[in-house]
């Protein structure tokens, strides 16, 4: 139920390779050809559903939508509706710690260790830290904590979140780390032993903390974890909706990672906020930090972020790209966007599959369209 590491890199690559263009203060003029582009798209790929959004920093500029909630139902997807955004969570759980950091009460260079001081730590993991994990180089490798045995175990657990996040970073501590400390490993496990630590520091749930520092500072009132409930988009899975009361996502303890659910303007706000849009919410050094990859062999990854250039996404030309792609394999979303201009492209669905065809070719028809109006 994780979005392949094949998927996951190839979001970072073969970026939109547009002329350069204004940032902001032209979605109306936009609107015929991303609405033009959105069109094409889900003809194309078919999924149940397919939203898509251009972000300034100020939110969302424009959004459009095609297709019904679920297969077979009558009714129509809206702008309004939630989407779940998968591993596109990450990004924000890295943005709740730099929060943390801005604060005093946490540092990027914290070793593993210091954040989990009731937990017998392998000493392989000493020079290791909390930043190691938001950039994937720690050496924590999913397929050897993450199995089916893991996931199922996980759905049944009742015990409260923060004890569950807690078990599971003790036992993935108190073993070395399993593979190259330094070499980028993509993994859900990484961030929830990140979520584990955010929850040592503050003596709170993630999700409350997610809320506190995140949700309610940005104004996403919509934000909330795990499958949309009520009249929302059902996930789909090889063409049939699944009921968001049954197995419609991943164990919750793995929300830190990849269970944040919102509408398309809330999501925008976000994405406003990582491009400089949202002035004192964290600091410009925090948020530079995010943005920034880890030094050392491709593929360049930020805290939750994949980085790019394209001749588009500077000012006067090329500039750095944010990329990511989420997916619990029942949704799709995607992100693209240029902080340096305050612009960028979002596109969800939900459908794992479909929706992954549709929202990877849309984003990258939006960029050009944006270039060509």
Known sequence: MFATRRALLGSFAALPLVSALPAMARTRQDEPAAEAALDAVFAEAAPPALAAGIVTRE????????????????????????????SNTKAMTAAVFARLVDQGRARWAMPVAEAFPAVTVDPAWAAITLDDLMHHRAGLLDAALLDRAWLMAAHADQ?????????????????????????????????IVLGAAIETITGQAWETVMAAELYTPLGLTTAGFGPPQGPAPWGHRSGTGVDPAGFADNPRALGPAGTAHMNMADYARFIGAMMGGAPGWL????????LTPAAGAPPAYAAGWGVGTAPWA?????GPTITHNGSNTMWFATVLAAPERGLGFIALSNDGVAGQRACTTLVRRLAEARAAA
């Open 59 to 86: 939110g969302l500029g424009w959004a459009g939508v095609r297709g019904v909630r679920r297969v077979g139902g009558e009714a129509l997807a809206t702008t309004e509706d939630l989407w779940h955004l998968g």
């Open 159 to 191: 015990r409260p979140l923060p004890e569950q996040r807690a078990e599971f970073a003790a036992r993935a501590l108190r073993a070395p780390p399993a593979g190259p400390v330094g070499q980028f490993a993509y993994g859900n496990g990484n961030y």
């Open 283 to 290: 600091s410009e050094a925090s948020r530079g930090h995010l």
């Open 314 to 318: 500077g000012v006067g030309g090329p």
